[in-house]
């Protein structure tokens, strides 16, 4: 029994490390439809960011984490208004110009920080394992999941009880209409990808001290997020909350019972299947076409 | 007859390019070796720059050329100056292959110092053995190969278990968890692990292999936890060691209970991860960068100064660097007409240097190298602590897991 709850917590934990790097994924792509292939490359410069004021100001990672986020939303809303905004309305393009920005912000740092593989230390607060219903967990995987839980709440409010996430909601359902009703598409579209940058570089902040930190490690995660964002329904915030637990228990439960090669396998193929018959992911919002 | 038949190329190749591009390559196969000439002698370096494996193919570049250059600086082999051609592979065995091929057919490199990977390895070396030519590969890696075209001077897995596993069955106890990424080379030394605990008393509680590039091990964790190993046995590779060793501390398991003890943890994977996560655990290596010689210490000394004082030495570079100074060695007893890669290799066999880890022989059997076995335990500043070292050189068994098997001077033999 006690297996079993150490495994719901281990699922718990890979589930919470999913949403934390889907969640801005799923805002630029779940509103602004941009299938953005540097999502692994913004959580790669927010490890980066990590590292950098650590090492070099001597920052520990909580106290890094504001100016991590500014500074990579920064970098998203850059590309926004300098590439992506230029490419309004095509889709293809778009998704050739993310993976061109995304390979040249990975080229960019290996040049400028070498390749070799960096770390951040774990906050010394955070670095023991606490007691939980007599399971010992890492305090560190709990703290992911409470900040988790707490930037998911953040981007929900956001997204419905702001006037910005109004107008946004607006935008997705017509940009023309909405336009015409004096919204400025362009400053939100900026605004929300800056965003969006800024959560996946929070993320690529929070799981540095348990993964490494080197110039490719975002091509994994692109993936994971893509997965999570696509079985939950794409501009569903609660799907892609959803379908980041489901995946993270059952890659848990899979590689538990077998390893992680086979859980990699069963739930890719999962997914596949999954979606030859749900082509709109597990958890749709129904809008108006 | 060396000097006519250069002047048979030189015309050949004259010919070629008189007759057009697409013309040479009739010649280029009826041409003779690869040949050093013009007080040159060509290698090709063979380490990716860029692309995943860079990290580590880096430091075994700069290795390379450090000892290269030190050679020049020297004067060279007899008056000739060792001339490194740099390729970019950039981690892809593909492109591997075809930078090899370039290497010893277009530039006619007289050997090629290259690959970090076993699949790179194995990419390779058909192009070696069609052309007659010779690779040097530094890494440690699973055995279980025979090719007169290579020479190995990195541990097989007798070199790095055979006094490894017993001392950690006596030392922690007999359970075992072996854990590793999933490809040829850690199931290979596993085999030979699982084979040296059956002769020892041990017992296997897991097996189990994690994807390449692999970074979540809560669930292996989990495992762990419930089989109590006495030791988990690593042969994980690239980022995922060091997302192993940062997870494992931060679920609060202990080293002095449980350490890992991992054939492929070096200076350069601590570095990684930050000696806090690594410290504790063990490694089975032929070379430390603490290692206590002088020719070690002019080593060290002679990387940080060419290369940056925050650089560390590990036991692939220093592979590398010893294995340059061999192929001097073996080209030193060579006449300047005869330096081509048969007559390298031959020089090679049984050729002896002081290597910074101690004194090395090449195998003339084998081709693979008699190496010094090490035990150490990390230290949280990043170094290592020599627990354990050999009183005797260990020779070379590339088939230690297969008793029907040999590798001998004509190649892979059936023992009857």
Not at chain 2, 408 to 414: P, V
Request: proline content about 4%; charged content about 15%; overall charge positive.
């Amino acid at each position: 029994m006690d297996q079993f709850f150490e495994q719901i917590i281990t699922g718990l934990s890979i589930g919470s490390i999913l949403l934390l790097v889907a969640l801005g994924l799923s805002i630029i792509y779940g509103s602004m439809g941009i299938i953005n292939l540097a999502h692994g490359e913004f959580v790669m410069l927010g490890a980066y960011t990590a590292w950098l004021l650590q090492s070099h100001f001597g920052l520990g990672l909580l106290a890094s984490l504001i100016p991590i986020f500014v500074a990579v939303a920064l970098i998203g809303w850059v590309i926004e208004r300098f590439v992506l905004s230029l490419l309004n309305n095509r889709p293809l393009d778009t998704i050739l110009a993310t993976w061109g920005v995304g390979i040249v912000l990975q080229q960019g740092v290996r040049l400028t920080v070498g390749s070799e593989l960096r770390y951040v230390q774990l906050p010394p607060s955070l670095s023991d394992s606490m007691v939980i219903v007599g399971l010992s967990v890492s305090s560190y995987r709990v703290f992911l999941f409470l900040v988790t839980i707490v930037l998911f709440a953040v981007t929900w409010l956001l997204m419905n009880r702001t006037t910005i996430g109004m107008k946004l909601r607006a935008i997705m359902q017509d940009r023309s209409v909405a336009a015409s009703f004096g919204i400025n598409a362009k400053r939100v579209y900026g605004l929300t990808f800056a965003y969006g940058a800024g959560l996946a570089g929070l993320a690529g902040a929070l799981v540095s001290p348990l993964k490494s930190v080197s110039p490719d490690m975002g091509t994994g995660y692109v993936v994971d997020a893509f997965m999570v964002v696509v079985l939950g329904g794409v501009q569903s915030l609660a799907g892609t909350v959803a379908s980041a637990f489901i995946l993270g228990q059952l890659s848990g439960a899979i590689a538990f019972l077998q390893n992680d090669t086979v859980a990699k396998a069963l739930v890719l193929l999962a997914i596949v299947v999954l979606i030859r018959f749900r082509p709109e992911g597990l958890f749709t919002t129904r809008v108006r076409a | 007859m060396g000097i006519s038949r250069r002047t048979l190329i030189k015309n050949a190749a004259a010919l070629g390019a008189f007759t057009g591009a697409g013309f040479p390559h009739i010649w280029i196969k009826n041409a003779d070796l690869a040949r050093a000439a013009g007080g040159e002698i060509k290698v090709g370096v063979l380490f990716s720059l860029t692309g995943t494996t860079a990290i580590i193919e880096e430091s075994l570049n700069k290795a390379t050329i450090l000892a290269i250059e030190e050679i020049n600086a020297a004067g060279g082999i007899k008056g000739s100056k060792i001339v490194p051609i740099v390729e970019d592979p950039a981690s892809d065995p593909a492109t591997f292959s075809e930078k090899a091929r370039k290497l010893v057919v277009g530039d006619k490199c007289v050997s090629v110092f290259g690959s970090y990977t076993s699949a790179s390895r194995k990419a390779v070396l058909p192009v070696f053995e069609r052309q007659n030519n010779l690779y040097w590969y530094p890494t440690l890696y699973e055995g279980r190969e025979c090719s007169k075209n290579v020479i190995y001077t990195g541990a097989v897995p007798n070199q790095q278990q055979d006094e490894f596993v017993p001392w950690l069955v006596k030392k922690f106890g007999k359970k075992f968890y072996l854990i590793g990424s999933n490809y040829i080379y850690p199931k290979e030394e596993n085999n030979y692990c699982k084979k040296l605990l059956e002769k020892h008393g041990g017992e296997v509680v897991a097996e189990e292999y994690v994807p390449l590039g692999h970074s979540e091990f809560s669930s292996v964790i989990n495992k762990i936890r419930s089989t109590q190993p006495n030791v988990i046995f690593s042969t994980v590779v690239g980022d995922s060691v060091v997302a192993l060793h940062r997870q494992y501390r931060a679920a609060g398991l202990d080293p002095e209970k449980m350490p890992m003890a991992s054939l492929t943890t070096s200076e350069n994977e601590v570095a990684a991860m930050g000696g806090d996560a690594a410290a504790g655990h063990f490694t089975s290596a032929p070379y430390f960068q603490v290692h206590k010689s002088p020719e070690n210490e002019k080593f060290v000394a002679a990387y940080q100064k060419r290369w940056g004082a925050d650089k560390v030495t590990h036991f692939v570079s220093e592979a590398c660097y010893f294995q340059t100074y061999l192929f001097k060695q073996a080209v030193e007893k060579l006449a300047t007409s005869d330096i081509t890669p048969p007559n390298i290799r031959d020089a090679v066999k049984g050729a002896e240097t002081i290597a910074p880890q101690g004194k090395v022989r090449i195998e003339s059997e084998n081709l693979h190298t008699w190496l010094w076995p090490k035990i150490a335990q990390c230290k949280s500043n990043g170094q290592f602590e020599i627990l354990v070292e050999t009183k005797e050189w260990l020779k070379p068994v590339p088939y230690a897991a297969y008793p029907g098997q040999v590798c001998t001077e004509k190649g892979l033999a059936e023992k009857s």
